[in-house]
């Protein structure tokens, strides 16, 4: 069966300091990838998507970016952080196929800016 | 482009009430149409699906039907428990474009009172 991991669960960093969240997925391959935000009280904001290793497509212009160094790893960055970064962060993944594209999602990470 | 749009909470019932979360949406191919529900702290998960026009998803007592002539999906459920405190996304996925992404609705927080 397919699990999908995220890591840290929780973070607080200080404003202007680097970002790493990890997101890596088992049981699947050449999964789609995808990076939500959720702030508090709000829907979900896409990030960045990747349909393959080294394939990024960003959804959303801001001091974050993303990685995906391996078929079923996914990295989100940030070189500095800003307070309007805080919120949840999900991972996702999908199958590659055409049809419908249902979506499973990692448990989040809380990041709170201060 | 493509678009979804529920209604606004959040929704407060008494344990045993009938739920109706009303979802719309606006796509320009032929999508499939999801219900995801998240709990306080978690990820989503996917609730219910429907593939094609006049489908009708169903899981936990949960259901909805796909209404191609009213471009609607909507959430129902005859008696609400207290579990069922959440929030509910309804979201589409247009298999014309790949299906690559999901386009999700701002969400709809349900409270269930004991």
């Known amino acids: 069966s397919q699990t999908i991991h995220q890591w840290p669960a929780t973070l607080v960093q200080p404003v202007g300091s680097p970002l790493s969240l990890e997101c890596t997925v088992e049981g699947t391959s050449n999964p789609n990838l995808y990076w939500y935000r959720q702030a508090a009280g709000r829907g979900l904001q896409l990030l960045f998507y990747s349909v393959g290793i080294g394939q990024i497509s960003s959804e959303v212009p801001q001091n974050l970016s993303a990685s995906r160094p391996q078929d079923r790893q996914f990295i989100l960055s940030s070189k500095k952080l800003l307070l309007s970064d805080s919120g949840f962060y999900l991972c996702?993944?999908?199958?590659?196929?055409?049809?419908?594209?249902?979506?499973?999602f990692g448990p989040g990470t809380r990041l709170t800016v201060l | 482009g493509n678009s979804v749009t529920q209604m606004e909470g959040p929704v407060t019932l008494s344990e045993e009430a009938f739920l109706t979360i009303n979802c719309t949406y606006t796509a320009t191919g032929y999508p499939s149409l999801f219900w995801y529900v998240q709990y306080p702290g978690e990820g989503l998960q996917l609730l219910l699906k429907a593939t094609k026009a006049d489908d009708k998803g169903s899981n936990k007592g949960f259901e909805a039907t796909y209404r191609k002539e009213t471009t609607s999906f909507h959430l129902e459920k005859g008696s609400v428990q207290v579990s069922d405190s959440a929030v509910y996304f309804c979201a589409l996925s247009d298999r014309n474009t790949g299906g690559f992404k999901t386009i999700f609705g701002a969400g709809t927080r349900l409270f269930v009172k004991a």
């Open positions: 996702a993944w999908s199958v590659p196929a055409g049809g419908y594209n249902e979506q499973f």
